[in-house]
């Protein structure tokens, strides 16, 4: 897309009720019908429980799955500092592909009070008219004492009689519960609310008042306020609900040459350590690598010591979309006596042929979240972000991912991403790897190809006794598999040996064009993500996709 051209669905006057009246290309939450076929229930909302990827025995086998492309993070005018009606948002994640998307709109006594029932509103007719586009309503908590949350519901009576219920009792910002610097007066009760606000959440999924709930952490090391010790605390006051974070932000159009200054970061990752900042994080957690967070990207840092314990904690990554990059929309203005506070809903945009300030990607267009799933439906793809059935990319780098790890005396399918293997002490395994190479240009014009994927091993060490510790120091890149010009769909299989501990493998990989020297050296990381110059980082030039784990439990021999 030039910076003066805009897409088709750009008219905030259509609604997403009427993409096919519109002609607007369905492709995107058409292309899985084949594989949806003979093994979903298309349409349907209500979707069993994933089968336990856990055995009794050695072994374990999970099922098929087809993928869902999503993005959990996506703010409209109901948002006090974004810019795009929901029509307009819609419209978009349907022309680039999205089957799913979460409104996670920022908290605000306007969104309690007003705005929440008004985009309500708006996503049951959407959903009703366009059933095979998954509108998911959410919100982004401002967590106590820390940064922000996705929190989204299953569809049902109770989706946003829950949000703002908890947006009001809950809200850090709300309460002014923002305090989290070390020692001050007011960080322990509010990082106890925090704890508070996800174990309420989990109530009201016990207790049937909505069918389900999540919770993903947004943007960790942006400002540097969300603790090794806060992450692990809400992860283990609910798992089921608090299932991980983004591994890699939105605003990925932040840096584009030229475009917002000479400082800029991708991610608007831009800031410095301050009062609220956790003080054992270094100067050099506060940028983006590749794109990704410092947390995600560094091998054996923070995401590695959590799943060293043991336990699942899942990435995503999103776009954010607040204010879309080259986009010549402006916000519209108040008409007298109207405020954010008193409608919840800022006046629809206003097109001024002229590139606005942005930083943004529209949803799906860059970075795409991609959920397994059994059925098509809003409890699968809930189903599948808990159980950690999760891969991303950036600059839809890849068409397709399929991970499987399986004992080699064993037939059947193996287990997959977020899974767990039951092994004996020195038995064989193999890791089957298939990937589908991306088969037409990008929204960018841009044929993207993989050159190398990375196999990332750690130690299974348990709970860790210093809850702010972020250093894995037993996980590396054990082996990188070149596949620069490999077309079309192969597998990789690479051979594993169990030893006497359990253990986890995670997969990365990027298009080649910029890496080095990981964070925590050449010898854990020998070609790791690094991160470009201020002002100078072309997303589309620089682009990676990360796995979530599997996981191996190592038993008797």
Known sequence: MTEQQLPSWADPSVSPADLDAQGVS?????RH?????AAFAL???????FASAEKRGFGGEDPRLAYLVGDHHVHSVYSHDAKYTFSQLARAGAEYGLDWMVFNEHSNFGHAYHGAELEHAEIVKARARNP???IFQGLEWYIPAAEHCTVFAAPGPHETDLLTQFELAYDGKLLGYTEG????????????HAVRAIEWLAQQRRSGYVDDVLVIANHPLRLGIDSPHEMRAWRDAAPEIMIGMEGAPGAQGAALPGWRGSTSMRGEYENKPSAQSWPGYP???YVTYGGFDWATATVGGLWDSMLAEGSLYSVTTNSDNHRTVFDTWKNGDWPAGQNFDNTGRLPDPVNTDTPQPGSDFWPGEFSRTHV????????SVMAGLRAGRVW?????LLDGLDVRLKRDCDAGRGVTLGGRLRVRKGERITLYVTVTSASRPNPQGILPGLAHVDVIRGAVRGPVADRDSWRAPDTRVVQTKDVAGRKGTYTLRIPLTAGDESFYVRLRGSDGNRHGAGYLGASVDPNGPIPHEPGNGDPWADTWFYSNPVFVDVGGS
């Open 26 to 30: 369905r492709r995107g939450l058409l």
């Open 33 to 37: 019908a084949g594989l949806f076929g």
């Open 43 to 49: 349409g349907s909302a209500a979707t069993p429980a």
């Open 132 to 134: 095979r586009q998954l």
């Open 181 to 192: 610097s070390a020692g001050a007066a007011d960080t322990a009760r509010n990082e106890a």
């Open 283 to 285: 100067p050099e957690a």
């Open 372 to 379: 397994g799933v059994t059925r098509y439906g809003y409890r």
């Open 392 to 396: 991303l990319d950036h600059g839809h």
